[in-house]
């Protein structure tokens, strides 16, 4: 399935959606998404996440096929990460361009951002047919899920190789004790995802503040995807820094 990597016990991916969005606000080549990217795995970083959507407000078509050729070309031992709703359109993109990891969320083309996880009861039968059309491409799927320990079992019977726990509530609190709350919530998805044999991942409002409790946490987190948060600190400390940054946070040294 894919390619093999060299395994840490929780690996970086940085999602440079906001630099794209940021780049889009003129009709410039810069920031340049493929040049930031490069940097941030320089810097260590261990996949790159995009989330293209129809029209195309930050990640373009065109991004996608040139950071797949430069991670194909120069860094074969890191990941590409495309996240999405799968629909058809979506579906022949990754297919034309076999990403290591599809990351399928259940978002509408109008969010702002995901905010919430898949709802198994009414989707069960598509996701079905989705993930097996996936993996029979080579493409490690992951399904994004809420904080619920119940999701897990249910993303491994329609065959997701992983789930990636949306963690905006935990990484949004600002009070100690909803944050505990939250965290509680997150660790029983993660605990449930070890019992169902699913592979995890966990993104949105992640921090370098809020990174190792969740890490410490979470002994068989696999990958954080992390945009916002880094492109914000990457304005202060610069793009390499900041991933270095991020690197300690997660228990890697850096």
């Known amino acids: 399935m894919g390619r093999s990597f060299v395994p840490v016990s929780c690996s970086l991916s940085v999602n440079v959606n906001a630099i794209a969005f940021l780049r889009n606000r003129r009709d410039l080549p810069w920031p340049s998404v493929e040049g930031l990217s490069r940097t ?21 078509r065109s991004d996608v096929t040139v950071l797949r050729k430069m991670l194909r070309a120069d860094w074969k031992d890191r990941e590409f990460n495309i996240e999405g709703y799968p629909d058809e359109r979506f579906l022949a993109l990754v297919e034309a361009e ?31 047919g989705i993930c097996a059309r996936l993996k029979s491409g080579g493409m490690r799927v992951s399904l994004f899920v809420d904080p619920d320990a119940a999701a897990p079992a249910k993303a491994k019977a329609v065959g997701a190789d992983r789930v990636e726990i949306y963690t905006g509530p935990y990484g949004g ?40 409790r969740l890490v410490a946490a979470l002994p068989n ?14 304005l202060s400390f610069g793009m390499a820094e900041t991933v270095r940054l991020f690197r300690r946070a997660i228990g890697e040294k850096a």
């Open 221 to 234: 987190l696999q990958e954080v995807s992390i945009g916002h948060a880094i492109t914000a600190d990457a």
């Open 40 to 60: 941030a795995l320089e810097a260590g970083a261990q996949g790159i996440t995009v989330h293209p959507r129809p029209d195309e407000r930050h990640i373009r």
């Open 173 to 212: 609190a600002q009070d100690e004790l909803l944050m505990q709350r939250e965290l509680e919530k997150v660790v029983a998805c993660g605990n449930a995802a070890a019992a169902a044999g699913v592979g995890l991942n966990a993104g949105h409002d992640l921090t370098r503040e809020n990174l190792p």
């Open 98 to 128: 076999r990403p290591d990891q599809v990351t399928l969320v259940p978002d509408d083309p109008s969010q702002a951002t995901s905010d919430h996880g898949w709802n198994f009861e009414t989707e069960s039968a598509r996701l079905k």
